[in-house]
């Protein structure tokens, strides 16, 4: 029998390179498997594959030989992934603020990679490490000599404040500079100011709702234009040196939205990009592609076989013709996607950093609905729009006259607002409850924190619990929300926050609250995670450790059925993905529990 072909691994032209020294069908079919390969006939047939499907090819060919320019590469990897889990790591010498043993590990990992993902989870100090990542990227010679200079920050806009104190934190001496507005020059001392940031700035933070951004202008004759607005322009001019990405799932639909199309722009203008997000995929792995795009690790090119073969991807008929399109809403290999990240991106759980973590206590009250009556006549309503649209529905597509099309539209849209009806109705209907559930820990002074996706309930629970402060998307971001955040943080009248889930789940710090409710339910995992975090045990926050209580408020025959489904097939998706081996099974279990309480 005649021996298998010789392997041999270098790195060329920036990727890995696969040859063999003769044709082997089988050989070369394991090759094909490999996503973002291309064939190349340059010197001999060879295939070269991205960098970052390193890991795999070396599992794959544990046999192969490697040449030196590619060990190199290994042997680097290999060192900056054991940095990730040091326990020794010396502190910065530039980085004036006390860090945690892990978050001087994170720093050293991140240090040696100019793109890189940092995923630990929420309240374990994610800012702090990110600045870390910066410092010797701000005026690095190699980079100011090409015209590169100081960092950009990208963050929600309820961030900004928290943003410029960490960077402060670290550096006293730093020059930061807070961008406001989507257009119109900023005062500084005293006058106009033209550019992005004055002379010299080495941070500029601004919020992800100003880096492009739809506006209305009338011309001359009076006539109403959509013209593009934005400082997506003056970023790309000023010649960023590294970028960092706060809570960079804002990007997660990449060019279908304005977000991920000015993220991809400004990554092609900066050579350092961080990528930071406890939560970097809120639903599924097809979410992840904007972000390895964002840092460099899959091309455009490379983006169908990446959706292909990570995202279960497969083609369904659309329409009664037989027409078909691509879906790439499902997961799979999973695991080969985890390892495939590995040498750049880093995430730690917090009951794996911090082992001293007070437990969480979950509850989950299931409740009836105050407007059941009104709540019925929705859905008997919805499934009347339902009715309908299969009607119109029920002939070949191409048989549809216009008239025909443009009602089965219409029924569409209705259903949709149909259903939103019912979300309201039912965080609504729970509002009594809530307030029963809330009084006690107001009475004790015991600070909570309530979520609804709804604002007309929070307002209701407003009139009952005076001593709060309101969280809403119609507080102004920024110094006006930091401020009441402040508040609730610092002073011991204020017992409630009132908050929506955009608002304050992501990002901002309120370890003063020991009770997190729940008036209503988001549709993936991640957000409810993120908002229970918010008031849970942070790296920065350690001395005021305390048990944590998680309510929420459930009820029968709601759209709270089909919403806790959704999490708990998309939380066990996301552990697998970020979190192989180490999957939170106690968060899986509260998930499971509440599909079965209103199942």
Sequence with gaps: MRNPPTVRLALEEGMVSVRLSFYDSRIVERVKEVPGRRFSADQGPHWLIPQGQLQR??????????EPSLSLLVK????????????????????????????????????????????????????????????????????????????????????????????????????????????????????????????????????????????????????????????????KA????????????????????????????????????????????PNRPKELLPVLQILGKVTKKESFHWLKHFCDGKQIVINRRGDRKWDFSGASNTAELAESIKSFAIGRKKEQILK???PITYSF?????????????????????LDELVQLGGRDDYELDEETTAEIRRLKGAILSKRTALLMLT???????????????????????????????LYELEQHFPACVMLTGEVEAGTERDARIQQFQTDPDI????????????????????????????????DWTQARDRGAIRADNLKRAKNIHCISVLAEKSM?????QLIYGKAGVIESTFFPGREDATLMARFREMTRLVG
């Design 238 to 281: 000023h010649g960023f040196a590294a970028c960092i990405y706060s809570e960079v799932h804002y990007a997660k639909s990449g060019q279908k939205s304005l977000r991920g199309q000015a993220s991809l722009e400004i990554a092609e203008a900066v050579p350092c990009r961080l990528c930071e997000s406890g939560t970097p995929t």
């Design 427 to 457: 965080a609504k209907g729970k509002v009594d409850a809530v307030r029963e559930i809330l009084q006690p820990y107001y009475d004790d002074k015991r600070k909570t924190i309530v979520f609804c996706e709804f604002l007309d309930p």
């Design 356 to 358: 001293d973590l007070p």
């Design 76 to 235: 680097e990897r290999t060192e900056t992934m054991q940095m990730a889990h040091a326990e020794d790591a010396p502190h910065p010498a530039d980085m004036a603020c006390a860090l945690y043993a892990y978050q001087r590990a994170g720093v050293a990992f991140l240090r040696k990679l100019d793109s890189a993902l940092l995923y630990d989870s929420p309240g374990l100090g994610k800012t702090r490490q990110a600045v870390g990542w910066a410092l010797p990227r701000i005026d690095r010679a190699d980079l100011r000599v090409r015209g590169l200079y100081g960092c950009l920050v990208v963050c929600p806009a309820t961030m900004k404040p928290f943003w410029e104190r960490e960077i402060l934190t670290a550096n006293p001496k730093a020059k930061t500079w807070i961008v406001s507005g989507r257009s119109g020059d900023q005062d500084w001392d005293g006058k106009p100011l033209a550019a992005l940031a004055p002379p010299g700035t080495e941070w500029v933070i601004v919020n992800w709702d100003i880096l492009l951004a739809p506006a209305k202008e009338k011309d001359a004759d009076g006539t109403t234009k959509t013209v593009m607005k934005g400082r997506l322009a003056q970023i």
């Design 57 to 66: 090819v070396l599992q794959t060919f544990p046999y192969a030989r490697i």
């Design 365 to 385: 009250p299931v409740v009836e609905l105050s407007n059941a009556v009104e709540y019925k006549e929705q859905v008997e309503s919805l499934y009347a729009l």
């Design 495 to 526: 017992l409630v926050a009132f908050g929506g889930r955009k608002a304050i789940g992501y990002g901002p710090t309120l370890t003063a609250a020991e009770t997190a409710i729940f008036a209503s339910l988001p549709w993936n995992p991640s």
């Design 560 to 564: 709270d059925q089909p919403i806790t």
